[in-house]
């Protein structure tokens, strides 16, 4: 393979300390199709000591933002030119299929052009002093030392909604990918560096969380975590960044209910409830996994997606008709079936799926058929716990008032949507959503000019659009007195 695998810390590719390695499978077939270097506390402390170095002597944080700009921008151009390169890269790493794979890409370089143009955007305020003869302004400065840790569903992307906005803004960085799939992460560390990015400002550890992560979450010289994954590690990151109150900017789970009225574009709204959870066979944040159909038609709305799920092609992301690929790992389909297993304990019904396919092509894949359950209630774990897989439960409703209390029925608050084509009934169900994204007519699209994060167990704080940006700013308010005079007081 024609790329590095090795960690990029202070401008040198390198080896783990210790020399150890770790073999990243591809999920269709288990073959191994990398080795890269396993680093540990002790690489982590290097890049660490590298980012902090690099803030303090004060140059990248003060190049002018035009400058920075440029940089950010030449990095969404080298991720144009590799497009193809990178696709193929994730789809190798991660199972999706390469479609799914070229239209990330398409959206990380965007996700870089975005931040690249807002970079020298903000020149800060002049607010109206009430002090006479002052000037009182206020400016964002970049927070400093940014550790990034991303999740194995969306490598890249994850990654970028993370090192754009903190170069762009003058941070310095160490990114830790998943160690089960950082192949796109490295291949854009090399684009980061031929971009011109200076040495120390963005570092590349890869490893475990219990071991990189969590030196990343308690090393005092980090002064910033921001977290894409699972709302267990999440807890554990808040607690570890209690020893210097570190900032935090938490992208947690979801368990997100999409909620159907009868009065909605049937065909339109079956399409949309499927590709909001079956893209990534699931493994998305966002999937629309809830969902929440008025009673009126909620047989002939199962009924429907039940023949539409039938079809749908398992197998391998390089074949062109394959629509679903492999789950991530063998542990992760384990973990998916003992849900199946627990809903059907539950009482829920299995009408389409529940089990591993029997196609031998698939045998060596970890592979998990497309899912639907029904006769779900609220309080099955089926429906409150975030299984990351390609399963469906459905819920019926007969009010507004009912679906929006299934809808909000979760310790999570990533994202939701509502179909119907009365719109002031769309617009009253979205009032009282609590989730930090909500759909009309739509699910799971997203785009960098908009903020991206949750309500609740979510997460804290948001990534994407301004507010993506000022995640990685401090704002320091600047007083001048101009006329300074004695107080006499003591
Ligand atoms: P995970 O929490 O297991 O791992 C995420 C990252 O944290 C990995 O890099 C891992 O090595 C690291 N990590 C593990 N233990 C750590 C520790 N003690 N300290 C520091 N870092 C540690 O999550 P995952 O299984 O990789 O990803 C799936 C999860 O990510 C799902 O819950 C999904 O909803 C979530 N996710 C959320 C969003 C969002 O935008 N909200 C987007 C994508 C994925």
């Known amino acids: 393979m ?108 965007g996700v870089f052009r975005y931040f690249a143009e807002l970079a020298d955007k903000d020149g800060g305020e002049l607010i109206d002093s009430p002090i006479p003869n002052s000037i009182s302004k206020v400016v964002r400065e970049p927070v400093g030392v940014c550790g990034q840790i991303t999740p194995w569903n969306y490598p890249l992307l994850q990654a970028s909604w993370k090192l754009a906005p903190a170069l762009a803004t003058g941070n310095t960085l160490i990114m830790k990918p998943s160690e089960i799939t950082p192949l796109t992460t490295i291949k854009v560390f090399e684009l980061i560096e031929e971009a011109g990015v200076p040495a120390g400002v963005a570092n590349l550890v890869l490893g475990a969380g219990n071991t990189v992560g969590a030196e990343l979450s308690d090393n005092t010289d980090v002064d910033l975590i921001s977290f894409t994954g699972g709302i267990v590690t999440g807890k554990k990151i808040m607690q570890a960044a209690s020893v210097n109150v570190k900032k935090l900017a938490l992208e947690l789970g979801g368990k997100n209910p999409n909620v159907v009225f009868a009065d909605a574009d049937f065909e339109v709204a079956v399409d949309q409830a499927l590709n909001g959870v079956f893209f990534h066979a699931g493994q998305i944040c966002s999937a629309g996994t809830r969902l929440i159909v008025e009673e009126r038609i909620h047989d002939e709305f199962v009924n429907a997606l039940v023949e539409r799920v039938k079809k749908f092609k398992l197998g391998n992301g ?50 998990y058929l497309p899912t639907i359950f029904t006769n779900c209630t609220t309080d ?44 002031a009934k769309a617009e009253r169900c979205v009032a009282k959503m609590l989730m930090g994204t909500v759909w009309i007519n739509d699910f799971n699209l997203y785009f960098p000019h908009a903020p991206w994060g949750g309500f609740k167990q979510s997460g804290i704080g948001r990534e994407l659009g301004k507010l993506g940006m000022e995640e990685y700013t401090e704002t320091k308010h600047i007083f001048q007195n101009l006329k300074p005079e004695s107080m006499n007081w003591f």
Request: charged content about 30%; aromatic content about 6%; hydrophobic content about 35%.
């Open 2 to 109: 024609n790329l590095k695998q090795q960690q990029y810390i202070n401008g040198n590719w390198v080896d783990a300390n210790v020399g150890n390695t770790r073999d990243i499978i591809n999920p269709f077939n288990q073959e191994v199709i990398a080795t890269v270097a396993e680093g540990d506390a002790s690489d982590t402390k290097a890049a660490i000591s590298a980012a902090r170095e690099a803030f303090d002597k004060g140059e990248w944080p003060t190049t002018p933002a035009t400058e920075r700009g440029a940089i950010v921008r030449r990095i969404a151009e080298l991720i144009e030119r590799d497009k193809e390169e990178l696709a193929r890269l994730e789809s190798l790493d991660t199972g999706k299929t390469v479609e799914e794979s070229r239209g990330d890409m398409e959206d990380i370089a």
């Open 318 to 367: 390089f074949d062109e008709d394959t629509q679903m690929g492999p789950l991530i790992s063998a542990e992760h389909l384990a973990k998916v079936e003992k849900y199946v297993e627990t809903g059907i304990k539950e009482g829920a019904t299995v009408a389409v799926g529940g089990s591993r396919p029997d196609d031998p092509e698939l045998q060596d894949g970890f592979f």
């Open 380 to 423: 099955m774990r089926i429906v409150q716990d975030e299984a990351f897989g390609p399963i469906i439960t459905v819920e019926k409703f007969r009010t507004e008032e009912e679906a929006v209390k299934l809808a909000n029925d979760s310790i999570y608050g990533l994202a939701g949507g509502v179909w119907t084509n009365d719109i």
